[in-house]
């Protein structure tokens, strides 16, 4: 079965070699890292704490380490919802220090708890930590022009100025460092040197077109990348049901495999076939379970041979009902993928 770090080694095998890359994109995973997220502007919550934590975690490591251990750490922080993991005792913090996926640093650990609980308090003041961390940059990407890898800067005045503002706070692993490599990933700043094929700005800032219904354009890629961008663009009420979704099918199913085909979400397991897929609407997310006719009991959406379907509409998810589908469907043979017609049953 294949998971992140393995699906985006699978991308990065099928772009052209002959693009000009940042020095550091080497291997396949951070090539693909590279391509299809650094640097690309972030402005969902869930992921922002996702690369706080992440870039955190990386002090004294490398990033390669923490791309190969950023499935093990989705599933081990709650999808990195904060208000789920603000939550964490004592308990589950030493699960946390015995679980190999991830790194077993007790402060490291400890800290993505303390800032979760942080994070929400900056969220309470200022509606959302987007709107906060954006500040720094006066909300919208600061465009640098660096010809060679040695001229990016390691810190810079934005990022001391964040550093000392979150430690006021009271988050933790946040000195100048982290959160200048936090701004590079999530867009804050365009780091990407000028003769790198990523560096055009219109590249980085542009915004998922939404679709009739509001359904994000996102084209076509394997990986979590993709998928993060599809549910970061999906409007309103609809976001928080494609997060929940998402975390939900990493929780019962570790070694997910992730795309987005014909815009829309796909999971599956590398041998078996994809078993589920959602796609957005105006007033609601269907959740199509390709051999849903084999579940018990079966989604009551769709005449079709084998697949079914459940919309689900505002305020109205079945969390136990929908862990028990994910679960079934990732027993059984999915759907090979043969054709789009297929697909959108």
């Not at 870039?55 to 490398?62: D, I, K, Y």
């Not at 078996?272 to 390709?290: D, E, I, L």
Request: charged share 20%.
């Amino acid at each position: 079965m294949v998971a992140f770090a393995a699906t985006l080694a699978k991308v990065a095998a099928i772009q052209t070699n002959d693009k000009a890359r940042c020095a550091w994109a080497r291997t396949s995973l951070s090539i693909a890292y590279h391509d299809l997220e650094w640097g690309v502007p972030v402005h969902d919550d869930n992921t922002l704490f996702e690369f706080l934590t992440l870039e955190g975690a990386q002090a004294g490591l490398s990033w390669e380490t923490i791309l190969k251990k950023r499935d093990a750490y989705r599933q081990a922080f709650a999808g990195f919802n904060p208000a789920l993991v603000a939550r964490f005792r004592a308990a589950q913090v030493a699960r946390l220090l015995a679980n190999p996926g991830i790194v077993r640093n007790r402060l490291k650990i400890a800290s993505t708890v303390s800032n979760a609980k942080a994070f929400l308090a900056v969220q309470r003041e200022f509606g959302s930590f987007d709107s906060y961390v954006w500040s720094f940059v006066g909300g919208t990407p600061r465009m640098n022009r660096w010809r060679a890898p040695g001229q990016v800067p390691a810190t810079t005045p934005q990022s001391d100025a964040m550093s000392r503002d979150l430690l006021r706070r009271g988050f933790k692993f946040v000195g100048s460092t982290i959160c200048y490599a936090f701004m590079q990933a999530v867009g804050m700043v365009n780091d990407h040197t000028m003769n790198c094929f990523r560096y055009e700005g219109h590249l980085l800032s542009a915004k998922p077109t939404l679709l009739t219904g509001g359904n994000p354009q996102i084209a076509k890629a394997g990986g979590d990348g993709p998928v993060q961008a599809y549910i970061a663009a999906m409007p309103g009420w609809k976001r928080d049901v494609g997060r929940r979704l998402d975390a939900l099918i990493v929780r019962r199913v570790p070694s997910v495999r992730k795309a987005v085909k014909w815009n829309s979400p796909f999971y599956g397991i590398e041998g078996q076939g994809w078993f589920v897929s959602f796609h957005t609407f105006a007033n609601y997310v269907k959740v199509t379970f390709f051999r849903g006719t084999s579940l018990q009991p079966a989604p009551g959406g769709g005449k079709a041979k084998e697949a079914r379907w459940i919309d689900i509409h505002k305020d109205d998810f079945d969390e136990a009902l929908m862990a028990e589908w994910i679960c079934q469907a990732a027993a059984i043979p999915g759907w090979a993928g043969a054709s789009r017609k297929q697909a959108a049953i």
